[in-house]
């Protein structure tokens, strides 16, 4: 291991230059077969779909570690760029929401159901307890499922520029579904992900406070090119918000979902 270069790293798995035009993601032990499998039959249909998005060659072993082996992108993340260059933020938001669009327009028929997907992350939130998640299944069964190719995980990080030329990566998590499930999760990843416990708890709800007014301006931007239910939306965001928390989430992060998700199911505000 101590030859590999590894350029990044993530919940799964790896990522490891192997020359200037090919990298490896190397997976974790916990990874199933099944879901490297996945990953590499959902790569191989996005990379042939039109796409800004990574070919995948190939599946195999490096260093007795399964591995996919895709091209390599140069570029900055967005994440990168809204920190090196904020008077960018609004040009990239924009950007960011035509790419969602875009993606959401493809259909896949051999994908995982995001409802599935949805419902078993759901089960394994342990920060709620069986009553609200009873109320959030209720919420979803009231919702369609769709037939939108989804990301499943699409913010800044996983979009890389090069120039003005964009890259989506990771497609992991790609589903079958609902538009407005996927777009929810990434307004939802705007308002709270990734963002630092300040010391100062009024720099902390400052940043909060800004997270939420670019997320508002990210749906203002979708919603110019795709028309969707507020209403509905609301209630996906809840969702994800229930879903996301089976995720590894700093302790803040998971009291503003919890939040989030008591206000609007206590309070039956949709």
Request: hydrophobic residues 40%; proline residues 3%; glycine residues 4%.
């Amino acid at each position: 291991m101590e030859h590999i270069n590894v350029i990044g790293e993530g919940s799964t798995a790896q990522v490891v230059a192997l020359s200037s035009k090919k990298v490896a993601k190397l997976f974790y032990e916990d990874v199933s077969d099944a879901s490297i499998e996945q990953e590499f039959v959902v790569g191989k249909m996005i990379s042939n779909s039109g796409l800004p998005a990574p070919s995948v060659c190939k599946s195999g072993t490096i260093a007795d570690r399964r591995a996919l082996i895709y091209e390599r992108i140069e570029g900055t993340t967005v994440t990168s760029l809204l920190e090196s260059k904020p008077w960018l933020i609004l040009r990239l938001l924009k950007q960011m929401a035509h790419l969602q669009v875009n993606i959401h327009e493809k259909t896949f028929s051999r994908l995982p159901s995001q409802r599935d997907v949805l419902l078993r992350k759901i089960d394994s939130a342990d920060a709620l307890n069986n009553e609200v998640k009873i109320k959030i299944y209720d919420f979803l069964r009231t919702l369609p499922d769709g037939e939108s190719l989804c990301h499943g995980d699409f913010h800044p990080d996983n979009i890389l520029l090069s120039g003005n030329d964009p890259t989506i990566i990771d497609w992991a998590d790609a589903t079958k579904g609902n538009r407005e499930a996927d777009l929810a999760r990434t307004l939802l990843i705007l308002c709270f992900g990734g963002l630092s416990k300040y010391t100062s708890s009024l720099k902390y709800r400052t940043m909060l406070y800004v997270r939420k007014l670019l997320a508002k301006y990210y749906k203002h931007r979708y919603n110019r090119q795709y028309s969707f239910s507020k209403s509905s939306l609301r209630k996906w965001m809840v969702i994800n918000a229930a879903a996301r928390l089976s995720e590894k989430l700093p302790h803040h992060e998971i009291k503003q979902l919890v939040s989030l998700i008591e206000t609007y199911v206590k309070d039956k505000r949709f």
